[in-house]
């Protein structure tokens, strides 16, 4: 089912963050990151928020441990 909204995702960035809650929640942390960096290539209007929400909500924890996720929104935030 993923992967069939990931077609349409380059047309709706916002999918990626989803795709990646999804990962997330099923531990798959490499694919989660994956879709952080996809949502930043296809121009996510909102990595403020994503960052906000990765930073803040429990469920992220173990994401942000085993990932640069973090480092990764921090360049692109400080970017903007």
Same mark, same amino acid.
């Given at each position: 089912?993923?992967?069939? +909204?990931?077609?349409?995702?380059? =047309?709706?960035?916002?999918i $990626? $963050?989803?795709? +990646? +809650?999804?990962?997330?929640?099923m531990?798959?942390?490499? =694919?989660?990151?994956?879709?952080?960096?996809?949502?930043? =290539?296809? =121009?996510?209007?909102?990595?403020?928020?994503?960052?906000?929400?990765?930073?803040? *909500?429990?469920? $992220?924890?173990? $994401?942000?441990?085993?990932?640069?996720?973090?480092?990764? *929104?921090?360049?692109?935030?400080?970017?903007?």
């Open positions: 089912m993923i992967n069939i +909204c990931l077609k349409v995702a380059p =047309k709706n960035p916002l $990626f $963050f989803n795709a +990646c +809650c999804l990962y997330v929640e531990e798959e942390y490499d =694919k989660a990151y994956q879709m952080v960096e996809e949502a930043i =290539k296809y =121009k996510y209007n909102d990595i403020g928020l994503m960052k906000s929400q990765i930073e803040t *909500l429990d469920v $992220f924890v173990p $994401f942000k441990e085993k990932t640069k996720v973090l480092e990764l *929104l921090e360049m692109k935030t400080s970017e903007a």
